[in-house]
């Protein structure tokens, strides 16, 4: 598709289940970030990714958070244990390079019960 | 450090009525400056941008935003409010090294007939 594709749209898990959560960029965008998007607030950043530069992590909550992506393509976002704190709507940018527009994915909506 | 800081959760403006927004940021060099509208169960669509070139930005559907250094402003206007402007608005910064966005809380625009 032309744009940032994600799935699920819809996560509902237990606590202290892990899931895994995937984002689709636009062809030839380098540049990929998951954002956090809890009930009511703006975004909160967690995790960019450039090329195959070593990612920046700085905005991951806790180590139960983590990232993964090869080259330019797919990238997974991976909750373990999750906690109800983690219920939040999350979402994938991607862009040509790090400078540029950043255009977003629908998201997926994590529910934790 | 960036932080942006939106004045209003919530606005409302009758149709046809001055809808403005509104938008404070702070950056320690200069900013890329963005606007960010989220529709009910939709992701995020990018409005306008502000880059370092005019001070005053024109966007889609009618909405334009001015930079103002002396007042670490960013405010998003539209003359004409449209039932269709309902929604979320974002705005959100990012500089220097900072590739990722820092947003707002944002402001959930109702527009009344």
């Known amino acids: 598709g032309a744009g940032v594709s994600q799935s699920p749209s819809n996560k509902v898990t237990e606590k202290g289940k892990d899931v895994e959560l995937r984002c689709d960029p636009i062809s030839g965008h380098t540049a990929l970030y998951w954002y956090r998007q809890r009930l009511g607030q703006g975004l909160e950043f967690l995790i960019y990714?450039?090329?195959?530069?070593?990612?920046?992590k700085s905005g991951l909550p806790s180590d139960r958070f983590s990232a993964e992506r090869t080259g330019e393509s797919v990238s997974t976002l991976t909750i373990q244990r999750t906690q109800q704190e983690d219920s939040a709507v999350y979402l994938c940018a991607t862009s040509i390079s790090g400078a540029d527009t950043q255009y977003f994915g629908p998201g997926t909506r994590l529910t934790v019960l | 450090a960036q932080s942006v800081t939106q004045l209003g959760s919530h606005v409302s403006v009758s149709e046809g009525a001055l809808v403005l927004l509104r938008c404070n940021y702070s950056?320690?060099?200069?900013?890329?400056l963005f606007w960010y509208v989220q529709y009910p169960n939709q992701g995020l669509q990018l409005l306008l941008k502000y880059t370092s070139a005019a001070t005053l930005v024109k966007g889609i559907n009618g909405f334009e935003a001015e930079f103002k250094k002396s007042e670490t402003s960013f405010h998003l206007t539209k003359p004409s409010a449209h039932m269709s402007d309902a929604a979320e608005y974002f705005c959100a910064v990012s500089s220097g090294s900072a590739r990722q966005l820092t947003f707002g809380s944002g402001t959930q625009l109702t527009v009344l007939p």
């Open positions: 950056s320690s060099v200069p900013p890329y």
């Open positions: 990714f450039q090329g195959n530069s070593a990612p920046d």
